[in-house]
């Protein structure tokens, strides 16, 4: 059974670069069945979807947040990583990371739903 | 790309149904079958209910089912329970090959 856990700092000044950390237990980050997803939640809000990243290094980002998302993929450590630079308040959420199951027909397109998911960690921008 | 659009609250006595809407727009509900819905207790990391508009993953209760129609989809909780009570989210693929969340249900058992 998969499982995810966050790990990173809890508190980033503004202006700087979030870097947060999901390690995968319970099987191999190189399935050919799963993209590697993070999705915020800021206090009191609902879901945003950030990004997700294939094995092979295949990215979808959220356009919104244009080119301050970088996730990146390290299979040696069966983890992945997500970096958000030049962060403000409004960056402040509870982070998550999840896996999206893709079925073999479905898995070229970042095609399919976000099951499980890590407990979240909270990043407060603050100087 | 803009959230979908989701009532803000939802309640319901016990053993009652209920049904919660989820309307995006022809660009993403309306043309994927990648429809999901997340359950999310307060302090908890969202639980998936729902995907594929109607399909339920092993373990979650059949009082859960899933729809669509047009550029809407719903999930419906029939029978419902005290441990329903919590925030639901529906998700969509869109034709960008990006995922847009709904704004958000709170689900209330009176």
């Known amino acids: 059974q998969l499982q995810l856990q966050e790990s990173g700092p809890g508190l980033v000044k503004p202006s700087e670069t979030l870097s947060l950390t999901c390690t995968v237990s319970g099987g191999s980050i190189s399935s050919s069945n799963y993209y590697w997803g993070w999705i915020r939640q800021p206090p009191g809000k609902g879901l945003e979807w950030i990004g997700n990243?294939?094995?092979?290094?295949?990215?979808y980002n959220n356009p919104s947040l244009k080119s301050r998302v970088t996730i990146s993929v390290d299979t040696s450590k069966n983890e992945f990583s997500l970096k958000l630079s030049s962060v403000t308040a409004a960056d402040t959420a509870v982070y998550f990371c999840?896996?999206?199951?893709?079925?073999?027909?479905?898995?070229?397109?970042?095609?399919?739903?976000?099951?499980?998911w890590g407990q979240g960690t909270l990043v407060t921008v603050s100087s | 790309q803009s959230a979908l659009t989701q009532p803000a609250s939802v309640s319901g006595s016990p053993g009652q149904s209920i049904t919660i809407s989820c309307t995006g727009t022809?660009?993403?509900?309306?043309?994927?079958?990648?429809v999901s819905w997340y359950q999310q207790h307060p302090g908890k990391a969202p639980k998936l209910m729902i995907y594929e508009v109607s399909k339920r993953p092993s373990g979650v209760s059949n009082r859960f089912s899933g729809s669509k129609s047009g550029n809407t989809a719903s999930l419906t909780i029939s029978g419902l329970q005290a441990e329903d009570e919590a925030d639901f989210y529906c998700?969509?693929?869109?034709?960008?090959?990006?995922?847009?969340f709904g704004t958000g249900t709170k689900v209330t058992v009176l």
């Open positions: 990243i294939y094995y092979n290094g295949n990215r």
């Open positions: 999840a896996s999206l199951y893709c079925s073999p027909s479905m898995c070229a397109g970042n095609r399919g739903w976000f099951d499980p």
């Open positions: 998700c969509s693929y869109t034709g960008s090959s990006t995922y847009v």
């Open positions: 022809s660009s993403d509900v309306g043309n994927s079958n990648l």
